[in-house]
């Protein structure tokens, strides 16, 4: 009994910070119908920077995430302004490839610099715990999961109510009539992919923390984001969250009663089966799955 | 080497000239293609060892190329997870000739029988998505596929791979050894760009064409659309699984993260819309290039080669978006060579 | 392009079934009734007009016909064969055609190559490419297209992308017309020709159902023209009955609009 509500306790901890990965992801593909297949790799070089300026300086990685979300988001507004904006208008194959060369720059960059090495980001409470009828509960989990579902909120906050937030949703919804009421397209752009790239970084920060990363690892995060998304419902922050706490804890339960990685097949079946019969994602509105492909 | 239009019922007839102009259309690209295979066969006695390895996954890729035309090109549905049909054929002719010691060849037809049965099976039901949703879950029936295939090992033999018995009494065909496998990889090259040819130019062709523009208009005419684009997913497992197979029977040993690597599958895509999709030239020339470029990084910038490969993707997808072939084509035809002046057309 | 037995020259509508019969045919799309309780019959060779608001339901009432939208309630016959919820390639192969209020061209096949997918997989459905283009062909001339033959559809203009529209229609022979909108944002000199295409089809004894925002071309080709309003039938008769019919002119003009002119 206890090893399940440990599986469980750890599932809806390690789904709080799948949903934070899949946050960004969601919101780029709603919002510009673009697949980024270098998200994975986002969250990589967050956890890098992360762990680079604590090596350096000794600032703990919970401070360090917001270097990282600043980093990440220049970069990603850049990309976004000056490489992608130049085929957005062509076939969805396009962008897809252009991110995936995307991906295999910094993966390989980071694979230069920082060697395929397993790292990890050590504090003195990381791996520190308490523990009640049986379960522990490492802070390094908690506090990364906090975190993330703050963020998550937050995001949900600036996308609904403000105005940067209105214009992006606007800008998604109908890019001709956006324009039309002034919004200039081409930032909006670079600003959502830069969100996204931001909190994609930071996550990676408290990956570092809570585990190991290496380079390779990029892949996993972006497949994740990928089911995540599509569990939640395109572009539905909510969604997000939703989708991360079930793959979480499908893994988790999975990983501790399914025999070798059975768990693995069963959260692709789970994907295709959610494709085929509810195209528009567990929580999600209809209007992201009609909508045709611009 | 699309078809362009020809009106042969105009010109039939009428004037030598005109006549000649709709035979060498007709039958021009077949020539310069048999010529062409013709050369890759007199290649064969001109190079070293090493060099036939390469240009045998040339290729290879020639014909992963243009089966992944067919669906992604032709019918426009951007499959992510083609790379199970190469992993489907590959096992079943491992576990066939380890298990049942069954001869390659005959393992080689069922496993692109299979691997077609598979393509509409998994069609029915997947190419109802539209967009990024079929290219997800196309690449969620891939990733599956290897996981079973990792969790069956009495079959399978698991992670840990499985070798398919090439010597003693337990070989139950010889090992084909390089020059083999040349031949055998130029003639399925070969036939998948017959194939793309022949669907470019023929009424499955038309309707495949008209599928990828515009689903509603092309029932509108009476293209059953659910029928070609199901038959068109099958006739590309059809060719990735042959491949598959081929490959399997080469490598000896084979592993579920080789045969269902998702890298695969972008490679395909990667060639295809460089050279242009669509098109039957496009996918060779990207194929050819691509694989060249990709072995010439790997020789002289060993450590960098990815990072390089990654740069010319970026570049090469930013400039010619359309592909090498239709860029060329309209260049031609509009007199407008300008790199600029493309870029303008597909950006924001 | 035969359209009614050749033994008996009198009108079809006496002999046989009609070419199209609707009963209570109805789409709703979650909470909104579309299309409700739609029932009319065309007999053969009749030119149907279709008019009302925007959003009274007219192209959904297409695409319920041609199989695009499955109908939720309600019968399709065509030919007095029951064809509900049949595919849109199966109607084709009825010999109902159809055009698109938005034109749909297939972009990247010239304007020839446009025509003869129609007649490759259309109800006659030829496998010789040359036959095929040479028909093709012949549709393109018949509506004004035939030197644009060998363009791609993005050089067409608007006038001439709607004539495509036409063509890839006709390309399957109908004996069955949907017309959804083919004079939209034409000039008037450009709706002429259309008008003759239609009287000319008209005269072969094609049966055509018209959906069309210009009045000048509803009473010019209408045989008898329906009204739909909030997706159902408002009514139907002889056109200049149907267009003086006071619920017409408030269902197009509003209510008090309609007031006015009474007093």
Same mark, same amino acid.
């Given at each position: 009994m206890s090893s399940f509500l440990q599986a469980t306790l750890y599932g809806l901890l390690q789904g709080g910070l799948l949903a934070l990965i899949a946050a960004g992801f969601s919101l780029v593909w709603g919002v510009m119908n673009i697949v980024n297949l270098a998200h994975g790799s986002f969250v990589i070089l967050g956890a890098y920077v992360a762990w680079k300026l604590q090596s350096l300086t000794g600032v703990d990685p919970f401070l360090g995430m917001f270097a990282s979300a600043l980093a990440l988001f220049v970069l990603g507004y850049l990309v976004q302004r000056y490489v992608i904006n130049l085929v957005v208008n062509a076939p969805i194959f396009v962008t897809l490839l252009l991110t995936f060369g995307l991906d295999l720059l910094l993966v390989q960059g980071m694979n230069i610099v920082f060697s395929a090495d397993y790292r990890s980001i050590q504090t003195s409470y990381a791996s520190a715990n308490f523990g009640a009828g049986g379960v522990r509960l490492p802070y390094g989990r908690l506090f990364a999961f906090l975190v993330a579902v703050a963020v998550t909120l937050v995001l949900v906050a600036v996308v609904n109510r403000t105005r940067v937030g209105l214009s992006i949703t606007a800008t998604g919804m109908d890019r001709g009539a956006a324009r039309l009421m002034g919004i200039r397209a081409r930032h909006v752009y670079a600003l959502t992919f830069g969100i996204a790239a931001a909190l994609a970084g930071m996550a990676g920060a408290m990956v570092g923390t809570v585990g190991t990363f290496q380079p390779a690892d990029a892949a996993r995060y972006t497949l994740l984001s990928f089911v995540i998304a599509v569990l939640g419902g395109l572009?539905?922050?909510?969604?997000?969250?939703?989708?991360?706490?079930?793959?979480?804890?499908?893994?988790?339960?999975?990983?501790q009663y399914l025999p070798g990685t059975w768990v693995n097949a069963l959260a692709f079946l789970v994907l295709v089966l959610v494709l085929i019969f509810r195209p528009s994602g567990l929580v999600g509105k209809a209007y992201y799955a009609a909508r045709v492909e611009v | 080497m699309t078809t362009q239009s020809t009106a042969p019922g105009r010109?039939?007839?009428?004037?030598?000239?005109?006549?000649?102009?709709?035979?060498?259309?007709?039958?021009?690209?077949?020539?310069?293609?048999?010529l062409i295979v013709g050369g890759a066969f007199a290649l064969q006695s001109q190079i070293y060892v090493g060099q036939e390895r390469t240009v045998s996954t040339i290729f290879m890729f020639v014909a992963l190329a243009q089966a992944w035309n067919l669906i992604g090109g032709f019918a426009g549905y951007a499959c992510f997870g083609q790379v199970v049909f190469f992993g489907l054929g590959g096992y079943t002719t491992a576990v066939l000739m380890a298990h049942t010691h069954v001869g390659f060849w005959v393992s080689l037809v069922v496993s692109a029988l299979l691997a077609t049965a598979f393509g509409a099976l998994i069609g029915l039901p997947l190419l109802r998505l539209k967009g990024h949703y079929f290219a997800i879950a196309t690449l969620g029936v891939a990733e599956g596929m290897r996981e079973v295939v990792i969790n069956v090992p009495s079959l399978t033999g698991g992670g840990a791979g499985i070798t398919v018995p090439t010597v003693g009494n337990q070989a139950t065909t010889a090992y084909l050894g390089n020059n083999g496998f040349y031949v055998l990889f130029l003639l399925i090259a070969a036939g998948s760009v017959a194939i793309s040819g022949l669907v470019s130019r023929s009424k499955f062709g038309f309707a495949l064409r008209a599928v990828n523009q515009d689903e509603d208009a092309a029932g509108a005419v009476g293209v059953n659309t659910t029928r070609t684009k199901v038959l068109t997913f099958a006739l590309s497992g059809f060719v990735t699984g042959l491949v598959g197979a081929t490959y399997a029977f080469q490598q000896v040993t084979i592993f579920p993260e080789r045969l269902f690597d998702v890298n695969i599958t972008v490679l395909m895509v990667i060639m295809v819309v460089i050279g242009g999709s669509g098109t039957v030239l496009g996918p060779v020339l990207g194929a050819v290039?691509?694989?060249?470029?990709?072995?010439?990084?790997?020789?002289?910038?060993?450590?960098?080669?990815?990072?390089?490969?990654?740069?010319?993707?970026?570049?090469?997808?930013?400039?010619?978006?359309?592909?090498?072939?239709?860029?060329?084509?309209?260049?031609?035809?509009?007199?407008?060579?300008?790199?600029?002046?493309?870029?303008?057309?597909?950006?924001? | 392009m035969t359209t009614m037995?050749?033994?008996?020259?009198?009108?079809?509508?006496?002999?046989?079934?009609?070419?199209?019969?609707?009963?209570?045919?109805?789409?709703?799309?979650?909470?909104?009734?579309?299309?409700?309780?739609?029932?009319?019959?065309?007999?053969?060779?009749?030119?149907?007009?279709?008019?009302?608001?925007?959003?009274?339901?007219?192209?959904?009432?297409?695409?319920?016909?041609?199989?695009?939208?499955?109908?939720?309630?309600?019968?399709?016959?065509?030919?007095?064969k029951d064809?509900?919820?049949?595919?849109?390639?199966?109607?084709?192969?009825?010999?109902?055609?159809?055009?698109?209020?938005?034109?749909?061209?297939?972009?990247?096949?010239?304007?020839?190559?446009?025509?003869?997918?129609?007649?490759?997989?259309?109800?006659?459905?030829?496998?010789?490419?040359?036959?095929?283009? &040479?028909?093709? =062909?012949? %549709? @393109?001339?018949?509506?004004?297209?035939?030197?644009?033959? !060998?363009?791609? /559809?993005? +050089?067409?203009?608007?006038a001439d992308a709607r004539r495509l529209e036409f063509a890839k229609a006709l390309a399957l022979k109908p004996r069955l017309l949907l017309l959804d909108e083919v004079m939209a944002g034409l000039r008037h000199t450009e709706i002429e020709p259309s008008l003759e295409l239609i009287d000319s089809l008209k005269r072969e004894g094609m049966t055509i159902i018209a959906v069309e925002h210009v009045m000048k071309a509803i009473l &010019?080709?209408? =045989?008898? %023209? @329906?009204?739909?309003?909030?997706?159902?039938?408002?009514? !139907?008769?002889? /056109?200049? +009955?149907?267009?003086?019919?006071?619920?017409?002119?408030?269902?197009?003009?509003?209510?008090?609009?309609?007031?006015?002119?009474?007093?």
């Open positions: 572009g539905n922050m909510y969604g997000a969250m939703a989708g991360g706490l079930v793959i979480g804890l499908v893994e988790a339960w999975g990983g | 010109v039939l007839g009428t004037n030598p000239a005109a006549l000649r102009t709709a035979f060498a259309r007709r039958w021009g690209p077949w020539l310069l293609g048999l290039g691509l694989q060249f470029v990709s072995e010439y990084l790997r020789q002289h910038y060993t450590n960098v080669h990815i990072f390089l490969l990654g740069l010319i993707i970026i570049v090469g997808v930013v400039l010619l978006p359309q592909g090498v072939v239709p860029y060329v084509r309209d260049a031609v035809r509009t007199r407008e060579f300008s790199l600029l002046a493309n870029v303008r057309r597909y950006r924001l | 037995p050749a033994t008996s020259p009198a009108p079809a509508s006496t002999v046989g079934p009609p070419v199209l019969e609707t009963r209570g045919l109805g789409r709703r799309f979650g909470g909104l009734q579309a299309v409700s309780d739609v029932s009319f019959s065309v007999p053969a060779g009749q030119t149907l007009g279709v008019i009302g608001p925007n959003g009274a339901g007219k192209s959904t009432f297409i695409n319920l016909v041609t199989g695009h939208i499955r109908p939720t309630s309600g019968q399709v016959l065509i030919d007095g064809l509900t919820g049949a595919k849109p390639w199966v109607i084709a192969k009825a010999r109902v055609a159809r055009t698109f209020q938005i034109v749909k061209p297939f972009r990247g096949m010239s304007i020839r190559e446009n025509v003869a997918v129609g007649v490759l997989h259309g109800p006659d459905g030829t496998s010789v490419m040359s036959q095929a283009l &040479a028909a093709a =062909d012949e %549709v @393109l001339e018949r509506v004004g297209l035939g030197a644009q033959a !060998s363009r791609s /559809p993005g +050089e067409l203009s608007v &010019a080709i209408s =045989d008898r %023209v @329906l009204v739909l309003h909030q997706g159902q039938v408002l009514t !139907s008769g002889a /056109p200049r +009955e149907v267009l003086s019919d006071e619920r017409v002119i408030e269902a197009y003009l509003g209510h008090r609009y309609a007031k006015r002119q009474q007093r």
